[in-house]
């Protein structure tokens, strides 16, 4: 108990450094070794969030003697998608994934449809500021997807909730606070994206509770986040705010 209060504390102080006067750990770190361009800043910000987010939650699982989580459900997070009635069962994964991919493409077409026809792309104008305004930073905004859906699925799907788990009455509420936590851990992108980051964030662990499955919500993460940061501006060719 000791560890997984140690452990749980030293997550969610990671967490709370987002909140600190001055940069955070990924922007250090993509100071470090971004370039002076935002393209080499969003590359660097990549490596930061893996640092940040990545490298924390392995230790802890480590230290959990719950390495093998990455790949097999832990019983903990079992057990508490079970006391709600989920199944925890890869059946489900085909029927989920159909049905992504059938709307990811109809929401492509439309987007491409209304640009074609200059009109503006239907949904919230919110546009994350990390988001590529031109050619020469979609690579990097690509690479900020894919740290991001990787890292962030490891710590806020998996370490902090196994950690919490026994300090809050199990795997339930240790997925409510990490995702209450995965929220707040977005301040950079203003109430408004902390708010659409706890839903997406609330989704994302239904869907680990009803699969069992950490690689689906990493993939659909990326998915995400690809389309936040370079899908829908460069198809829409929208203007991307400072912010």
Request: glycine share 12%; proline share 5%; aromatic share 6%.
């Amino acid at each position: 108990m000791i560890l997984h209060a140690v452990l749980t504390a030293a997550l969610l102080a990671i967490v709370a450094q987002s909140w600190r006067r001055g940069p955070g750990i990924a922007a250090i770190v993509a100071r470090h070794f971004g370039r002076e361009t935002r393209a080499g800043l969003l590359r660097g910000l990549a490596a930061g969030t893996a640092v940040s987010y990545a490298v924390p939650a392995i230790l802890a699982l480590l230290l959990l003697g719950a390495g093998d989580a990455i790949v097999t459900m832990p019983a903990a997070l079992r057990r508490a998608a079970r006391s709600i009635g989920l199944p925890a069962s890869a059946d489900e994964i085909p029927y989920i994934l159909a049905c992504l991919v059938i709307g990811a493409t109809l929401g492509i077409l439309i987007l491409a449809v209304r640009r074609l026809r200059g009109k503006r792309p239907i949904g919230l104008a919110y546009r994350s500021p990390l988001a590529a305004r031109e050619p020469a930073e979609r690579g990097g905004a690509a690479l900020v997807a894919l740290s991001a859906g990787v890292s962030e699925e490891l710590f806020f799907r998996l370490a902090l909730p196994l950690a919490a788990a026994p300090l809050l009455g199990g795997g339930l509420g240790g997925m409510a606070v990490a995702t209450l936590a995965f929220a707040l851990a977005h301040r950079h992108q203003g109430w408004l994206g902390i708010l659409l980051t706890g839903v997406v964030g609330g989704w994302l662990a239904w869907l680990y509770l009803l699969t069992g499955a950490l690689w689906l919500t990493v993939l659909l993460h990326v998915a995400i986040d690809l389309h936040a940061l370079v899908l829908r501006p460069w198809i829409s060719g929208a203007a991307v705010p400072v912010g």
